[in-house]
RNA sequence: GCGCCCGUAGCUCAGUUGGAUAGAGCAGCGGACUUCUAAUCCGCAGGUCGAGGGUUCGAAUCCUUCCGGGCGCGCCA
């Protein structure tokens, strides 16, 4: 079907290339506002009539009758509507033959690389729900890519020498007084304490001086990995991040490689880095003003910097430390392999319980060397507030001459989660004056306030286990919860995936915990429903029914249940219902996944997943398949329930979400 | 102040890059389980697309001016 699609498309192209005398883009095939108008619609005439100062409706019908005479594969008819719209009935013999032909998609190699770095949580403190967004967006967005041919490596970034760190470290040294093995063993979970901790040194923090200056020399011990403050610092730092590879796996979202930041220093790439900017001009030491001593980039007639009220952003501070955006430039340069500088790389420990494949980490210099990086092409997952120090990093492409890597690096912005104020109120979370009339209200990991991912997870796994058990009561408790717990992921990533980029979610907790409609519970119920009309056909046939209609497919093979015969493709002509839109649904599925890899935008992706399995729902309730009227019919809906449940699989994986046995 | 984003049904959101009668979910009302799982399906009701002006065959979508809201503009990360 979509192999079809793109074929019209491409004839629609060629014809109006012919007819103009102009190049084209290549158009896109649509669908129809009613099913009455055709199968297929095309505005493309429209567009280029426009652009041309033609009569639209001419063009169009000059279109549609010389695709009428030499006739295109899978179109049976091409009428023009109202201004010229392009309207197509499909052939579905032609549609049948493509179904027939077989469902697998191979995934060209493009042979390009692509880089995500996504998550990137400060490892201070436990991951929240806005975390969540982030590393499900920047999964699916890997997940998508691989679809599409590319060889994608997922990095996740570890600001392991910045202040929330740096806070933390004193709290525990300072406020509580303990050791860093009395930390290392303390009992888990240890970033539920640390969120804690952090809460409670940030107040101190804001009106303590004394603790302000501590700070300082923390960081810069943190820094130099020097003394007990650095030692503490690594312990924070290492069971941190653990606790976070562990929340993630929960989702099934995995990394393969975390970069930890001080490395970024203590490798000197930060060095390699700053020789390479300051053979530029716009890189300079400032020897007045207010940066006096400072290395800048300067920014004042860059485009998108022109209404800057700071023209220079500081590179290395007057104190010869770089800036956080110092470092994340080198690891930009590095990323794009423009260093002779590299990390060394280790596996990291123990998670073999959690995940199947550990990811590697930067390892100072005592690592091995390993072949990380070269992208070309690199994408970083992070919110929308950090626009300003990304576009800086882009702009220290330019710096160097990298034009071409300056425009392949992308900024995946998206907007923040939040809490509805209803949420937020049964949180223990004081709502202000302000906030109440708003429909959200903003977390806060400094002040504590926030929804845990772990906690999230949980409480959806507990809710749907014991739906399950309601649903299904002769299985057994282990199953009900593993069973919840596939429930909970698909309700947390739909949920999470569903918005797009730019809108701010206003979490809302009976919401997140619905599994009814527009969520990934409703989609995953499709999927079991398939597989149980299946294993009930199985048992019937005597044989497995995925083995019988691939044996049907296949060329030569044996055909039980009828595919073949001509009574499938005459059943097929004659539907007018819920059948025929599931299969225009289905060849959806390869723009769904371009569309969202091109925008950006993963709900698109969502989106499509929800709209087939509420398209299969229908045809469920219309379409008896075990009890279908005759063997013609019962052959036809299990080729279409087949060729669904082949393809919603593809996009659950896609989403990160799991396929029950039952629910 | 300057820049970016948002404003669509009671609520939460889509809207295929300017197309045909603006769509989903939730909430509400009314129906459908002796039939492949009712976590489902069908129907009803619900809209001055923030407001005004402009561009054109055609605007929720593009331009512009307002109104309302969010975010950003550190020698923080």
């Given amino acids: 079907m979509q192999e079809i699609r793109r074929q019209i498309a491409a004839e629609i192209q060629h014809a109006l290339e012919e007819i103009t005398g102009e190049a084209v883009d290549l158009p896109r095939v649509e669908d129809p506002p009613r099913r009455e108008m055709g199968d297929l619609a095309c505005t493309a005439a429209l567009q280029v009539a426009k652009r041309l100062g033609r009569n639209p409706r001419e063009l169009g019908q000059a279109v549609a009758s010389r695709l009428s005479e030499q006739g295109v594969e899978g179109v ?12 197509m009935t499909l052939d579905r013999a032609a549609v049948l033959a493509r179904l027939l032909d077989g469902f697998d998609s191979g995934n060209p190699d493009l042979g390009m690389k692509l880089l995500i770095e996504h998550t990137s949580i400060n490892p201070n403190k436990a991951a929240h729900i806005g975390h969540l967004r982030n590393a499900c967006m920047g999964d699916t967005f890997a997940r998508i890519h691989r679809e599409l041919g590319y060889a994608v490596e997922v990095h996740n970034y570890i600001d392991d020498t910045g202040v929330q760190v740096a806070d933390v470290v004193i709290g525990f040294l300072d406020l509580r007084g303990e050791s ?5 063993d303390l009992p888990e979970p240890f970033d539920y304490l640390c969120w804690d901790v952090y809460t409670d040194i940030s107040e101190r923090m804001a009106e303590d001086t004394t603790l302000q200056e501590r700070r300082r020399d923390v960081l810069l011990a943190l820094e130099h990995g020097e003394g007990v403050v650095a030692e503490m610092g690594t312990v924070v730092v290492e069971r941190i991040v653990a606790r976070h590879i562990r929340t993630m796996a929960r989702l099934d979202i995995a990394y393969d490689l975390l970069v930890k930041e001080g490395d970024i220093l203590r490798l000197d790439l ?10 530029s001009d716009q890189v300079r030491l400032v020897t007045e003003g207010k940066h006096e001593g400072c290395w800048v980039m300067h920014l004042s007639g860059v485009k998108g910097f022109e209404n ?3 023209a220079d952003k500081v590179l290395v501070r007057s104190n010869g430390v770089a800036t956080y955006v110092a470092k994340d430039i080198a690891y930009h340069f590095w990323k794009y392999g423009l260093l002779e500088r590299d990390f060394t790389y280790r596996r990291l420990r123990g998670l073999e319980d959690a995940i199947a494949a550990a990811p590697y980490e930067s390892a100072g210099a005592s690592g091995e060397r390993m072949e990380f990086g070269h992208a070309d092409r690199a994408v970083t997952v992070i919110d929308v507030r950090q626009a300003y120090l990304q ?7 330019e ?9 392949s690096l992308t900024h995946f912005a998206y907007e923040m989660v939040a809490l509805t104020p209803a949420t937020a109120e049964a949180l223990g979370i004081p709502v202000d004056e302000a906030s109440a009339g708003r429909s959200f209200v903003e977390m806060s990991g400094r002040r504590g306030y926030g929804v845990k991912a772990d906690d999230l997870i949980s409480e959806l796994g507990q809710r749907a286990s014991a739906e399950v058990a309601t649903r299904n009561p002769e299985m057994g408790a282990e199953e009900c919860a593993s069973t919840g717990a596939q429930l909970a992921v698909a309700a947390v990533r739909y949920f999470l995936l569903k918005y797009t980029r730019n809108a701010v979610i206003a979490f809302d907790m009976d919401d997140a915990l619905s599994f009814e409609g527009e969520t990934g519970p409703y989609i995953q119920y499709a999927a079991v429903r398939a597989a149980r009309i299946f294993d009930k056909l199985s048992e019937e ?5 995925a083995g019988a209609v691939e044996g049907a497919l296949a060329e030569g093979g044996d055909d039980p249940l009828g595919i073949r015969s001509p009574g499938v493709g005459e059943r097929l002509a004659s539907d007018d219902g819920e059948l025929w839109d599931l299969i225009l649904a289905l060849g959806r599925y390869q723009e769904a996944i371009q569309l969202a890899a091109d925008s950006l935008e993963i709900a698109v992706l969502a989106k499509y997943g929800f709209q087939l399995a509420q398209q299969f729902n229908r045809f469920y309730h219309s379409y008896p398949i075990l009890q279908a009227a005759d063997g013609a019919d019962r052959a036809l809906r299990v080729l279409v329930a087949y060729a669904f449940q082949q393809r919603l699989r593809d996009v659950l994986s896609l989403l990160g979400i799991p396929i029950p046995d039952r629910m």
């Fill in 76 to 87: 049976l008819e091409f009428s023009i509507a109202g201004p010229g719209f392009l309207n």
């Fill in 180 to 184: 860093p093995q009395e930390v290392r």
């Fill in 270 to 279: 930060w060095s390699e880095a700053f020789e390479r900017l300051k053979a």
């Fill in 308 to 310: 800057l009220e700071e």
């Fill in 391 to 397: 576009a800086v990093v882009a702009q220290a492409f």
């Fill in 399 to 407: 710096v160097i001459g990298e034009h071409e890597a300056c425009r």
């Fill in 541 to 545: 046939l005597g044989r497995d029914v």
